[in-house]
Nanobody
């Protein structure tokens, strides 16, 4: 069973930064576009942004210009650099393939932005 492992979350103040990581198996990672998702308390999980196999990226409007997705194919790892964090960014962050989130969800990593 393919695993997705997210890490790097934590508690940060408004305006701060965090860098999340997502690791999965090499065959899956290299063959797929990948995406970051998040689920805030009481809300549905939503797409944050994605990165293509060759590194093209796109983001939802609320995070565009603040978040950066990158990938290191040699390490089977995707990153989410989050800057100028806002309280509304508080959520559990997940990674998965894109489109369609075809893999079983990992445990996610909690990001809490406090004021």
């Amino acid at each position: 069973q393919v695993q997705l492992v997210e890490s790097g979350g934590g508690l940060v103040q408004v305006g701060g930064s965090l860098r999340l990581s997502c690791v999965t198996s090499g065959s899956i990672f290299s063959a797929n576009h990948m995406a970051w998702y998040r689920q805030a308390p009481g809300k549905q999980r939503e797409l944050v942004g994605y990165i293509s196999r060759i590194g093209n990226t796109d983001y939802i409007a609320p995070v565009a210009g603040r978040f950066i997705i990158s990938r290191d194919n040699a390490k089977n790892t995707m990153y989410l650099e989050m800057n100028r964090l806002k309280s509304e960014d508080t959520a559990v962050y997940y990674c998965n393939t894109h489109p369609g989130a075809s893999l079983s969800w990992g445990q996610g990593t909690q990001v809490t932005v406090s004021s």
